[in-house]
């Protein structure tokens, strides 16, 4: 097998093999490169130590030199070049105590987690497969190398990676690992939850989101995403609904496209429905969800240390993720999309509401709830949803006002005017906002003025 290795890859391997040692691309670039992917980083290893490795190339960083790892930049690009080493025991299943460094390429790939991120390639000889990764690609298996508990035990966010790959590559778990995860899930509890979160993260945005069902049912949500767990155990028996709350959650993770944000509120978007539950002559409602999900998504994401932006933007898309419109005259019976039903106050306070940026992935988000629903009504609502897009564009074509700064009156206006600086003055201009989404036509200097300055 022949695998085309870039250029600055090539003058790292064959600078080591001049100078009597041992390189490999490998992992992950090898295995997507297999894959025919482009890998996104390639990583070498060697039998070079990194004090050998330093003497060899003019522009080298420390970043790992405790694991045998420097980096060696090349025309700005830095590439990671690890010395074979064999992992002590580890204490927190995260960190080896010790590493020691070997001249054995095989002993390296056996500390390694999974089969497929086993392998090894140079042009000298070619592809290293010792512990038959090239078949559970072809096999579409995700596998630990050797025992799946040792390596779990090394690393516990080896467990949630291996639901992760499977997700990217649509592959299935090998049954001996999800054996071990099923065993060793609570370990998960002693992994930073900043590197939850980006596993988390990658899963959600994978072609296979739904792994998250996987995820749950072999123990892990229950350390880490708890909230879900109890969403899978919520009932939903409701003419609009088919699943119960976990699983319409997977079905909209499902149906949407593979944008961090909107995946996000999907997961997030009906936490709050066990606590907003009641039942009626046998019906479930959830009046007031949105309230509880857009406070819960927060504790959440907040717990797993999203940014502040991305929290933000989840909130906003969780709270307004259930709204219903507002019509300006009764549905026709064949859904004419040439009748204009949706009301544009509506939108514009929609627009106002979500942001301009954040609109179109509320479309996104509500578009994947609707497709996740029963078929009760689905044709209506996915009308009035592309009529709420529709009003959206034509909104924006005129660009009719729709935040304070696209006010014809600012805050300097109001105090040339005589009005005293401070909290009424901002009142005045919500009062004016209020009214111009309502009647963009009354966004002029003059009117505003007249109608709302004493």
């Known amino acids: 097998m022949k695998i085309l290795l870039p250029q600055h890859v090539k003058t790292i391997i064959s600078t080591l093999e001049a100078a009597g040692y041992e390189a490999y ?17 390639w990583d070498i290893t060697t039998s070079a130590k990194p004090e050998e490795v330093k003497a060899l190339f003019r522009r080298t960083v420390d970043t790992g030199i405790a694991h045998g790892t420097v980096t060696v930049l090349l025309d700005k690009t830095g590439y990671e070049v690890t010395t074979y080493r064999i992992d002590g025991e580890y204490a927190d ?6 590493v020691s460094f070997t001249d054995s390429l095989q002993e390296d790939l056996r500390r390694r987690d999974l089969t497929i991120n086993a392998m090894a390639y140079n042009e000298t000889t070619g592809l290293v497969d010792a512990f038959g990764g090239i078949s559970d690609l072809e096999g579409r298996v995700i596998r630990c190398v050797g025992d799946a508990r040792e390596r779990f035990g090394e ?13 990217q590559l649509g592959f299935s778990i090998d049954e001996d690992t999800q054996a071990a995860i099923r065993q060793m899930a609570g370990s998960l509890k002693h992994i930073s939850a900043e590197r939850i979160q980006t596993e988390l993260t990658k899963l959600l945005v994978s072609p296979h989101p739904e792994m998250l069902l996987q995820a749950y049912e072999l123990g892990m949500t ?19 609904h088919c699943w119960n709350v976990g699983m319409h959650t997977i079905k909209a993770l499902e149906n949407s496209p593979k944008d961090r944000v909107v995946r996000l509120t999907l997961l997030c978007h009906d936490l709050g429905k066990p606590a907003a539950k009641t039942t009626a002559d046998g019906v479930d409602h959830f009046r007031g969800h949105p309230k509880y999900s857009e406070e819960l998504s927060a504790r959440v994401l907040r717990r797993l240390k999203f940014d502040n932006e991305t929290i933000r933007q989840v909130r906003i898309l969780v709270r307004l993720h259930d709204v219903r419109p507002v019509l300006v005259r009764e549905l026709s019976p064949d859904l004419d999309p040439k009748v204009r039903v949706v009301s544009e106050k509506y939108v514009r306070r929609l627009i106002f509401q979500a942001g301009r940026e954040l609109f179109p992935k509320l479309v996104q988000v509500c578009r994947a709830d609707i497709l996740a629903q029963s078929s009760f009504r689905r044709a209506e609502k ?5 009529q709420t897009e529709e009003v959206c564009r034509e909104i924006l074509k005129k660009q009719d006002c729709l935040s304070l700064k696209e006010l014809a009156v600012d805050g300097r206006d109001l105090l040339a005017a005589g009005m005293a600086p401070g909290k009424q003055l901002g009142k005045v201009l919500e009062r004016m906002l209020e009214d111009v989404l309502d009647a963009p036509e009354h966004n002029t200097k003059e009117y505003l003025m007249s109608h709302f300055v004493p």
Do not use: W, Y
């Open 25 to 41: 691309a490998v992992g992950g670039c090898v295995r997507d490169a297999v894959l025919g992917r482009e890998p996104e980083d």
């Open 93 to 98: 299943s995260r960190h080896p105590k010790e």
């Open 155 to 167: 690393d516990a966010l080896r467990m949630l990676r291996a639901v992760r790959f499977a997700a």
């Open 222 to 240: 229950a350390v880490f995403l708890p909230e879900f767990d109890r969403i899978m155990q919520t009932e939903q028996h409701n003419p609009h």
């Open 382 to 386: 996915l009308f009035l949803l592309e």
